[in-house]
C-alpha cells in the first residue's frame, strides 16, 4: 500500500515521541518526529546533528548526510505541498532551530506544521512563522512526476515512418498475372486484392468478396522505406510497390 503523509500524520498526531532517550529530562524533541520517524517511513534513515547538536546541522550539512538520498531540496521559493520537511534556523520563532512537517496553510502568514516540542511534548500541528526557514526538503516517494509528454505523428511521411491505411474504394477490378486487382487513382492505381481488407458493408456484408464500389483499406501495418515528394508517393517495404501518402496514416509504431 502506498504511503501518505496523511496517514503519518493520523498514526502520531497527539502521541508523544522518543527515539533515543536523549537529552534526559526532555527527551520529546522535534528531531525524534521527524529524523527518528519521518525519515526511515519516507524511505530514508535517521540522521544525526554532528555540528551543533541543533537539527539546523541537517540543513547546513544536506550534501553529505544522506538526507538528498530520499529527498529533493525544493529550495525557499517553491510552494509548499503536504509532507515537506522545513528546518529553521537560530531565528525569533525558534531560538535554538527546528524541523516540523508542512501540514497547511490559511495564508501566507497563518501556515501550520505537523511536529513534536511546539511547544509541548506531543506531536501537534501548530502555526509558526515562516521567515526563518533555512531549507525546504520533499519526500521523494510524495514528488509527483509529470509524464513524459508523447510525441504525435505529424503526419508528414518520412523513411522510417510507421503507417497504417485510409479507407478508400473499388473503381474498377481486373483478373492478371494469376491475381485479382482493383483500381483506386486516390490510392495509386492498381493494388493486389489480397493486400487490402473490405471495411464496409457497402454489398451486404463484409466478407472481403470485392465488388466495385466496395470501401477497402490496407490490411496491415508498414513502414516507408523510400520517399518520392514530387509524385506524393511513399515505398512500403512490406507490399514491395509505391503509393499515394495520402491514403496512409502515420502512426505510433505503427500502433
Not at 486487382?181 to 487490402?196: F, H, M, S
Amino acid at each position: 500500500m502506498a504511503k501518505s503523509y496523511s496517514d503519518f500524520k493520523l498514526k502520531y498526531l497527539g502521541k508523544s515521541v522518543d527515539v533515543d532517550g536523549f537529552p534526559a529530562g526532555s527527551i520529546y524533541q522535534c528531531w525524534d518526529l521527524v529524523s527518528g520517524v519521518y525519515f526511515p517511513y519516507i524511505g530514508g534513515r535517521t540522521i544525526s546533528c554532528t555540528k551543533t547538536g541543533y537539527v539546523l546541522d541537517i540543513a547546513t550539512q544536506r550534501k553529505t548526510n544522506g538526507i538528498l538520498d530520499f529527498c529533493i531540496d525544493v529550495g525557499l521559493k517553491e510552494t509548499l505541498q503536504a509532507g515537506d520537511i522545513c528546518i529553521w534556523g537560530k531565528c525569533a520563532a525558534c531560538p535554538k532551530s527546528h524541523i516540523a512537517i508542512y501540514d497547511h496553510d490559511k495564508g501566507q502568514n497563518a501556515v501550520y506544521f505537523l511536529g513534536q516540542n511546539q511547544p509541548y511534548n506531543y506531536v501537534n500541528v501548530k502555526q509558526i512563522d515562516t521567515s526563518g526557514i533555512i531549507a525546504v526538503f520533499r519526500p521523494k516517494i510524495f514528488v509527483k512526476i509529470k509524464p513524459t509528454p508523447v510525441k504525435k505523428p505529424d503526419q508528414i511521411l518520412t523513411v522510417g515512418s510507421k503507417v497504417v491505411s485510409n479507407g478508400f474504394y473499388v473503381e474498377r477490378l481486373r483478373y492478371r498475372k494469376k491475381q485479382w486487382e482493383l483500381y483506386n487513382a486516390w490510392a495509386g492505381g492498381w493494388i493486389p486484392t489480397k493486400d487490402v481488407d473490405e471495411v464496409d458493408a457497402h454489398d451486404g456484408k463484409k466478407d472481403n468478396i470485392l465488388h466495385v464500389g466496395s470501401g477497402v483499406a490496407f490490411s496491415g501495418k508498414y513502414t516507408v522505406s523510400k520517399v518520392n515528394t514530387k509524385q506524393d508517393t511513399v515505398y512500403l517495404k512490406e507490399l514491395g510497390y509505391w503509393v499515394k501518402s495520402r491514403c496512409l496514416i502515420e502512426t505510433k509504431d505503427g500502433k
